[in-house]
């Protein structure tokens, strides 16, 4: 099908994909780090790779979001407005601009720009809850193939 969204649909299908992919495979190093806890000496290879993984799931999503906003012309959520959707996406540019926040001198009050706790995920000014990205995720994973039908990019089953 050659419409001005293919390459659009192909990027979205591709990155939830990687999204979900990601997310588990950092839901999994997670638990490994958890398992493997000794306060003495905590194995912070594993908990490094688990937030690799974790940012990595993080950007994937935000790719698929803006992917989504073009192609419905819709908001996933409203700039500020305090929704998990908002506060991911803020989280996920932190992420991205973790490089400018340590060039210009601002990155001095945390070592990484997102960490894990007992709860779920914080950075410098934001928080979220490992339940609320869960959901966000199965949201997008959902959203290819009602999107891909809803263009006519693909016949619904």
Known sequence: VKTPYRQYA?????????????????????????ENLDPAS??????????SLWENAFLNWSISVDIVCKLS???????KDGSSA????????QIKHWGERIR??????????????NKG???VNLKLAYHEFAGL?????????????????????
Not at 73 to 79: D, Q, T
Not at 104 to 117: H, M, Q, R
């Open 10 to 34: 192909t990027s979205l299908v591709y990155r939830t994909r990687m999204c979900f992919a990601y997310y588990h495979s950092a839901k999994e190093y997670t638990l490994k780090y958890l």
């Open 42 to 51: 905590p194995p912070l290879g594993t908990y490094y790779k688990a937030i």
């Open 73 to 79: 012309k819709e908001k996933v959520f409203e700039e």
């Open 86 to 93: 908002q506060r991911a996406y803020d989280i996920t540019n």
């Open 104 to 117: 210009d001198g601002k990155a001095e009050e945390a070592a990484i720009p997102v960490w894990l706790t």
């Open 121 to 123: 995920f914080s950075s």
């Open 137 to 157: 995720v199965e949201d997008v994973a959902r959203l290819p193939n009602e999107i891909l039908i809803a263009k006519g990019l693909v016949k619904s089953k």
